[in-house]
């Protein structure tokens, strides 16, 4: 019997994203408290209601410091260190631009240029400001606003990892809307997909094979609106407030930690290939496969998964 026929499927849709987890026995309950785990996190974490830890800072900017829970505080730590990265494309306080660009929600459209450079203005990582005996969180600017869209569903992957291990699975895997985490490693490993760009339904640029790790792409495709005939999609570009515009149609992390895939994802997306490569290079826990606009796939390295090309229209490079 192969490894799917052994398989049980749990799906929700949570964070505004298909949710789907694979387990090797079934177990409805189970599954639902992993729903479950996921939604205390989200409401932690969300900025897309009124009320949320992360929208208690942000209501808070220019007011006062707001303190958190200790998890909340670790991860805007965490977010806020990725943001400084030389380079990167990273940026916690992003928020008042993805608030202004709507993307991937009813109404986005290309905001005057005017909106733009002025929430520019708000954006200065270095203006959250953290203190860590009081878990708290300042926003110095009114207007200013953190969002967690590039990092949360990778700290979240990693937190049902370890709550399905800690309830005695030793097999499972995690896809919160494409950021994928794996436990344990059945026969030959997960299979993982790599979607193809702007491809419609299933189609796959080629598998990824791996063994208790987590694999997460960002890519221009996932969300965007056209205008004009011109596509912008969500991830943007901290320096300019505008989508980033480069070589790059996807980047994929494989690495242990969802956390760490999420970041690198965003980071080096903005980073391109080259650069993105010569920052992995101090990282041999961290991996990732590069494709371009010009139908190639790039990888920094390939000691800890297996990549299968299935699409003829690409040319792969290790
Ligand atoms: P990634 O590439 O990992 O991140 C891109 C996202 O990060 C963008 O969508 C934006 O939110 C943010 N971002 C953009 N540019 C930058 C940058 N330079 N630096 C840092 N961050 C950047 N979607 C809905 O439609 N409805 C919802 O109700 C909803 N609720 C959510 C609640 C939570 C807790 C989370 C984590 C996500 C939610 N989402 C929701 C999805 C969210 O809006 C983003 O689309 C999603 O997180 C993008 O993840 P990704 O892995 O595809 O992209
Ligand atoms: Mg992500
Ligand atoms: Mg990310």
Not at 46 to 75: C, F, K, W
Not at 105 to 118: E, L, M, N, T
Not at 206 to 217: A, K, N
Not at 271 to 293: H, N, P, Q, W, Y
Request: proline share 4%.
């Amino acid at each position: 019997m192969s490894d799917d026929a052994r398989m049980y499927s749990y799906s929700a849709v949570l964070m505004g994203s298909p949710i789907l987890l694979k387990l090797f026995e079934h177990n409805e309950p189970l599954a639902s408290r992993v729903f479950s785990l996921i939604k205390q996190y989200e409401d932690l974490l969300t900025v897309n209601r009124a009320h949320s830890q992360v929208m208690d800072i942000n209501q808070a900017a220019g007011q006062q410091p707001v303190s958190v829970s200790r998890p909340v505080y670790e991860l805007i730590k965490c977010a806020k260190a990725a943001s400084l990265v030389a380079g990167g494309a990273f940026n916690l306080a992003i928020g008042p631009l993805v608030k202004c660009w709507k993307i991937g929600f009813k109404g986005d459209r290309v905001p005057p240029a005017g909106d733009i450079a002025q929430r520019l203005t708000l954006t200065d990582p270095q203006n959250v400001v953290l203190n860590d005996e009081q878990t708290s969180v300042f926003l110095t600017l009114p207007g200013m606003e953190i969002d967690l869209g590039a990092i949360a569903k990778g700290y979240i992957a990693d937190r049902v990892r370890d709550y399905l291990r800690q309830q005695g699975v030793t097999l499972g895997l995690i896809n919160l809307g494409g950021n994928v985490q794996t436990l344990g490693s059945p026969e030959g490993g997960w299979s993982i997909g790599l979607k193809k760009p702007f491809a419609p339904g299933t189609a796959l640029l080629g598998t990824i094979e791996v063994m208790g790790q987590s694999v997460v792409t960002s890519g221009v495709y996932e969300r965007y609106f056209e205008q004009d005939g011109r596509r912008y999609h969500h991830i943007l570009d901290p320096r300019t407030g505008y989508p980033l515009d480069n070589e790059l149609d996807s980047v994929t992390i494989i690495a242990r930690q969802s956390l760490d895939c999420d970041i690198w994802s965003t980071l080096i997306y903005g980073m391109g290939v080259e650069k993105g490569c010569a920052a992995l290079r101090a990282r041999s826990d961290i991996e990732a496969i590069f494709v371009t606009k010009q139908r190639e796939i790039i990888l920094s390295s390939a000691n800890h998964y297996r990549f299968t090309l299935l699409d003829d229209d690409y040319r792969l490079i290790a």
